[in-house]
């Protein structure tokens, strides 16, 4: 059910607290409140803005703020004259960079006011208890979530027992983009650390809004990329010890490909590249040689000319046989973690032993 006037109305107070410099949420919230006849907070809200954009050094915005103060009658003239003669001297100088705290919404920044009024309108109010889950790992449910108020906490278990706190998201964060984009299972559990209202979205409503914007929809799978490696560098038994410093780099430097069913992966003239290593986090791909399928590799499998170790026969195919999602990571890491991290030695050289066994029957390597 799409938010009434009064539910938009207190969103936008919300998100303007989360992001006080946010262009795209205080223009609108400013024209909502003309609209419930309340100039003093609009023409307040507008007096705010100006003085944030001219500590900025964002001249071209303040102006326009400054002349929203004046058509809505803000009664401290002499202020707004002095602000005007800032920002008209420093246009076109550069202007500083927004703090974190004020860092326009990325969800929305590609949107126009309308289009991303239009977007937070089709989303639903929840109010969550402190410790309720919101979502559990491994569930079907493909909703997006946005942190109106409060602060969750984001949690993964992995197949051998461990727990760990991946973080906390707060005010103006987001949440269940990879379900909601990859159509997946949930990859980790979250739970509210303390009562928290949040914006429930449906799949297809932000599908839509990717449709209706290319470049959010960019935005939005940087993040759904970068959250599902995080979650993987919890996840896979071989990269659970990783020290922090190590587990940013995986993050950062690696980055997520989908392929659909009958796309070859490797072919016999790929077989001496050596770029890169994959993981597969979803699907299952056969290996082939001489045309037939001689093993599949499931999710956490390995594969890749990263090391003579990982190599597979010059003579192997990989084809996808369903879609399938794959970690794709420099050589680079692969080098560095097998000769830093016994365990993930360990955890390589235990799952290359059982893959070239399997290569000679039907096995699916589920490790």
Same mark, same amino acid.
């Given at each position: 059910m799409a938010l009434t006037k009064q539910e938009m109305m207190q969103a936008y107070q919300d998100l303007i607290a989360a992001y006080p410099e946010d262009l795209r949420i205080a223009r609108p919230l400013i024209q909502m409140l003309q609209a419930r006849g309340d100039t003093e907070a609009a023409r307040n809200l507008a007096m705010e803005? =100006? #003085? #944030?954009?001219?500590? /900025?050094?964002?001249?071209?915005?303040? /102006? =326009?703020?400054?002349?929203?103060?004046?058509? +809505?009658?803000?009664?401290?003239?002499?202020?707004?004259?002095?602000m005007k003669t800032i920002a008209e001297l420093t246009l076109g100088s550069p202007p500083q960079t927004l703090s974190e705290a004020g860092k326009v919404f990325s969800l929305i920044e590609a949107l126009s006011d309308s289009e991303s009024q239009e977007f937070l309108r089709q989303g639903t109010l929840c109010k969550v208890k402190k410790g309720e889950v919101i979502v559990k790992q491994g569930e079907i449910s493909h909703n997006f979530y946005l942190i109106l108020e409060g602060e969750v906490r984001v949690q993964v278990d992995t197949k051998s027992g461990e727990h760990f706190e991946v973080g906390s998201l707060k005010q103006g964060d987001f949440f269940g983009e990879v379900a909601c984009i990859y159509q997946l299972p949930r990859t980790a559990t979250v739970v509210a650390f303390v009562d928290s209202t949040l914006l429930e979205f449906s799949n297809e409503t932000v599908d839509a809004m990717v449709h209706m914007s290319p470049i959010a929809g960019d935005s939005l799978m940087k993040v759904v990329q970068r959250r599902m490696i995080e979650t993987i560098s919890f996840m896979h038994p071989a990269f659970t010890k990783l020290g922090a410093e190590d587990r940013q780099w995986l993050e950062e430097d690696s980055e997520l490909v989908e392929y659909f069913p009958g796309r070859v +992966? #490797? &072919?016999?003239?790929?077989? &001496?590249? =050596? =770029?890169?290593?994959?993981?597969?986090?979803?699907? %299952?791909?056969?290996? %082939? #040689?001489g045309g037939q399928t001689k093993c599949i590799l499931g999710v956490n499998a390995m594969y890749g000319n990263a090391s003579p170790t990982l190599r597979l026969p010059e003579d192997t195919e990989l084809v996808a046989v369903e879609r399938t999602l794959a970690c794709r990571m420099p050589l680079q890491i692969f080098d560095t973690f097998y000769n830093t991290y016994a365990d993930f030695e360990l955890w390589v050289n235990n799952h290359v032993s059982k893959r070239n066994a399997a290569l000679g029957s039907s096995v699916i390597l589920n490790n």
């Amino acid at each position: 059910m799409a938010l009434t006037k009064q539910e938009m109305m207190q969103a936008y107070q919300d998100l303007i607290a989360a992001y006080p410099e946010d262009l795209r949420i205080a223009r609108p919230l400013i024209q909502m409140l003309q609209a419930r006849g309340d100039t003093e907070a609009a023409r307040n809200l507008a007096m705010e803005m =100006a #003085r #944030r954009m001219v500590s /900025l050094g964002y001249s071209s915005y303040a /102006l =326009a703020f400054l002349s929203l103060c004046e058509q +809505l009658g803000h009664p401290d003239t002499d202020e707004i004259e002095s602000m005007k003669t800032i920002a008209e001297l420093t246009l076109g100088s550069p202007p500083q960079t927004l703090s974190e705290a004020g860092k326009v919404f990325s969800l929305i920044e590609a949107l126009s006011d309308s289009e991303s009024q239009e977007f937070l309108r089709q989303g639903t109010l929840c109010k969550v208890k402190k410790g309720e889950v919101i979502v559990k790992q491994g569930e079907i449910s493909h909703n997006f979530y946005l942190i109106l108020e409060g602060e969750v906490r984001v949690q993964v278990d992995t197949k051998s027992g461990e727990h760990f706190e991946v973080g906390s998201l707060k005010q103006g964060d987001f949440f269940g983009e990879v379900a909601c984009i990859y159509q997946l299972p949930r990859t980790a559990t979250v739970v509210a650390f303390v009562d928290s209202t949040l914006l429930e979205f449906s799949n297809e409503t932000v599908d839509a809004m990717v449709h209706m914007s290319p470049i959010a929809g960019d935005s939005l799978m940087k993040v759904v990329q970068r959250r599902m490696i995080e979650t993987i560098s919890f996840m896979h038994p071989a990269f659970t010890k990783l020290g922090a410093e190590d587990r940013q780099w995986l993050e950062e430097d690696s980055e997520l490909v989908e392929y659909f069913p009958g796309r070859v +992966l #490797r &072919k016999d003239s790929d077989a &001496k590249e =050596a =770029a890169f290593f994959y993981v597969i986090v979803f699907g %299952k791909i056969e290996a %082939k #040689r001489g045309g037939q399928t001689k093993c599949i590799l499931g999710v956490n499998a390995m594969y890749g000319n990263a090391s003579p170790t990982l190599r597979l026969p010059e003579d192997t195919e990989l084809v996808a046989v369903e879609r399938t999602l794959a970690c794709r990571m420099p050589l680079q890491i692969f080098d560095t973690f097998y000769n830093t991290y016994a365990d993930f030695e360990l955890w390589v050289n235990n799952h290359v032993s059982k893959r070239n066994a399997a290569l000679g029957s039907s096995v699916i390597l589920n490790n």
